[in-house]
Nanobody, 115 residues
Framework: QVQLVESGGGLVQPGGSLRLSCAAS????????LGWYRQAPGKQRELVAA???????NYADSVKGRFTISRSNVKNILYLQMNSLKVEDTAVYYC?????????WGQGTQVTVSS
């Protein structure tokens, strides 16, 4: 497994932006599928955005056009740029790294969208 540490969460008003970061303990981006998930109170954890080792991305319909997943291969950091945030984006956001059937998770970072 690999250690993942998220940062960048916080409180933001509707319409605002945040950028989440996920630092990996070692170089993994060339082999691991990476993703951002979120879990709101009383709901199941859901996939928000994912990026393959080859760089292909996919997004949940609810965030398409507003969120962007990217990575820095040099810094071993995964990002999630979140724009036009909505109240319903409020959740704990988790970074995930998957190699075959093995998942590694970060501790999560809280994002609260409220006026």
């Amino acid at each position: 497994q690999v250690q993942l540490v998220e940062s960048g969460g916080g409180l933001v008003q509707p319409g605002g932006s945040l950028r989440l970061s996920c630092a990996a303990s070692r170089s993994i981006f060339s082999r691991y599928a990476l993703g951002w998930y979120r879990q709101a109170p009383g709901k199941q954890r859901e996939l928000v955005a994912a990026i393959t080792p080859g760089g292909s991305t996919n997004y949940a319909d609810s965030v398409k056009g507003r969120f962007t997943i990217s990575r820095s291969n040099v810094k071993n950091i995964l990002y999630l740029q979140m724009n036009s945030l909505k109240v319903e984006d409020t959740a704990v956001y988790y970074c995930n790294a998957r190699l075959e059937v093995v998942d590694s998770w970060g501790q999560g970072t809280q994002v609260t969208v409220s006026s």
